[in-house]
């Protein structure tokens, strides 16, 4: 599995759940199984290496704006989140997270932002095909995030930062 294998099933997986994170989890494990383990490995490889290349202090503080607060592990569901959304809306956050204000334009901090189930759908396939728990395959971030840290609660440094997310979301 490559890095267009693995975002076309991430595509197909949204649109089939319109975009529904709990659906698109389910829907990603149906097809994960179909694959053989190696490729549900693969596919776990790339999750991982995007899961780990989001962990970043401005991507956090994008995410602060829109979910009105992020704590740690609300950080976590949120890049999960983030890849479910597809290659377009990932990439284009991590270039630059303000963009994100136009990448998601009817975003709902009640509905959107959080997709734990996304993080673990090729260790539920692989456990289904194998009857094994998924090897290893990088292991969840350790330190801190990449990036110079902001001050989430400093409105002066968000706006500044985030100006398209703090119109929307800002001070709420």
Known sequence: MDET??????????EAAVGDPDEQAERLVERLVQLTPDDVIDF?????????RAYRHDLWGAAHLLLD???EETFDYFR???IGQGREVFEGGLAEPDDLADLLPEFDEEED??????GYA??????????LPLPDVGGRQAGRPSGTPLDFEDPDVMAKRFPKLWERYGDQ
């Open 5 to 14: 294998d693995f975002w076309q099933i991430i595509d197909d997986t949204w």
């Open 44 to 52: 776990a490889r790339l999750f991982e290496a995007r899961f780990q």
């Open 69 to 71: 607060g992020a704590s």
């Open 80 to 82: 999960c989140w983030l």
């Open 113 to 118: 932002g959080e997709a734990e189930d996304l």
């Open 122 to 131: 090729a260790d539920e396939a692989y456990e289904q095909l194998t009857g």
